[in-house]
């Protein structure tokens, strides 16, 4: 074996597990709607951008119904900029999610719960999520505050 040989094989043992390492990533991304939807309330409970938009597909729609960002986001851009305005001002959250109901067919699935994000503010939601080819192009957020005032498991 060549220096040069030599040189490539841990690179290119090292770019196999990483590329294997995505291949199970993806795998654990390839979860059912109503764990995706679950995993989609505790990134933006997270607070981190990156981890919440994750999940949208290239169309997606975001629906923002009450509160401060009510409006309708129709592009990756839009959707970016409204949750990096969530998470500035609201920080970590803890997500108490309840009530959750999936209905699914061979087109797709959407999954609807109840979302309670506690922190330096509490906000109550009510949360569509449609799902095509297991990533997120619809979602609908309605602030509802009656949710707030209801104990977790009504």
């Not at 409970?45 to 990156?50: I, M, Y």
Request: glycine content about 6%; hydrophobic content about 45%.
């Amino acid at each position: 074996m060549t220096t040069l040989q030599a040189c490539r094989t841990p690179r290119l043992a090292a770019a196999v597990l990483a590329f294997t390492a995505a291949v199970a990533a993806s795998t654990a991304w390839a979860e059912t709607p109503t764990e995706a939807a679950k995993a989609h309330a505790e990134a933006i409970a997270s607070g981190h951008v990156d981890a919440i938009i994750v999940d949208y597909g290239p169309h997606a729609l975001l629906e923002w119904v009450g509160g401060p960002l009510d409006g309708r986001y129709a592009s990756m851009a839009d959707i970016r900029q409204a949750w990096t305005r969530f998470t500035k001002a609201n920080g970590p959250l803890k997500a108490d999610v309840d009530h959750l109901q999936e209905a699914a067919n061979p087109k797709g699935a959407t999954v609807t719960a109840d979302v309670v994000f506690k922190g330096k503010a509490t906000v109550p939601v009510r949360e569509v999520l449609t799902y095509r080819d297991g990533k997120l192009v619809d979602e609908i957020w309605q602030i509802d505050p009656k949710l707030a005032a209801k104990p977790a498991g009504y």
